[in-house]
């Protein structure tokens, strides 16, 4: 069993997500008999349902229920315990998505890791530490921005940050986008100057996951086999 899913919680969630509409339809937008719907919805299942049958939960979801959102409720955000004063209430519905598609591919590193609560003050959209290995922590910046010229100013502004960002060479920055036009900009200006473990990350937004991920730089102590290793 699933220690940390929260079946009610859960269950409260998707009929949000379902709204005003019919659970039979639903059910059909999101591949699941109607039983099996409703068996999930009266909270019959001790165990989650798949992280594949989430995804279309979230994709088919109404009143901003998002992927982050259930994720949590379902015991897969974390290989840890979410501190319980832990949550996102000021991020937009897109980095929510971004958020639960990041934790999500965390799992397949196999490292043990947390998240952070102390995050900076504000910087950075997630931060995790991770117990072992190479890495002590990851921090996260999320992209979006469809206006080129918002994208060139934002490039500018975040990399002058990182200037002056107090780093440990045991720090892994990593942008993510979803935007195809923001990851090549990233991929184009790769900075000369600055000695960090840094990589730009593409979400694919429809399918909630990653599509790729590239070193834009990595400082002199990181080895191959940890850079493979810590590839999302």
């Known amino acids: 069993m699933n220690n940390n899913f929260d079946k009610t919680k859960f269950s409260i969630l998707v009929k949000r997500a379902i709204g005003s509409g019919k659970q039979k339809d639903f059910a059909q937008k999101i591949q699941l008999s109607p039983e099996h719907l409703s068996r999930i919805i009266n909270s ?8 594949e049958t989430i995804k279309k939960i979230a994709k088919n979801a109404l009143n901003d229920v998002t992927y982050f959102e259930l994720l949590e409720s379902a015991g897969y955000a974390s290989k840890q315990d979410i501190p319980d004063n832990f949550s996102l ?15 999500t591919a965390l799992q397949n590193i196999h490292v043990p890791w947390t998240l952070e609560t102390d995050n900076k003050e ?10 072992q290995g190479f890495f002590k ?11 080129q010229e918002l994208r060139k100013n934002q490039f500018n502004s975040y990399y002058l940050r990182l200037i002056f960002e107090c780093l440990e060479p045991t720090d892994k920055i990593s942008f993510v986008t979803s935007l195809d036009e923001e990851y090549k900009l990233y991929m184009e200006r790769t900075p000369n100057n ?19 991920e590239y070193w834009l730089r990595t400082n ?3 080895d191959d086999k940890s850079k493979s290793f810590y590839t999302l």
């Open 194 to 212: 600055l000695n960090l473990n840094l990589s730009i990350i593409l979400i694919d937004e429809p399918n909630l996951s990653i599509k790729t």
């Open 89 to 103: 209430p000021e991020q937009p519905v897109i980095e929510k998505f971004m958020s639960g598609t990041i934790l």
């Open 137 to 147: 922590r990851w921090y996260f910046f999320y992209l979006n921005s469809a206006n």
């Open 220 to 222: 002199s102590i990181l």
């Open 122 to 131: 504000g910087i950075y959209n997630l931060s995790i530490s991770l117990n």
């Open 44 to 51: 019959k299942y001790d165990k989650p349902p798949s992280i």
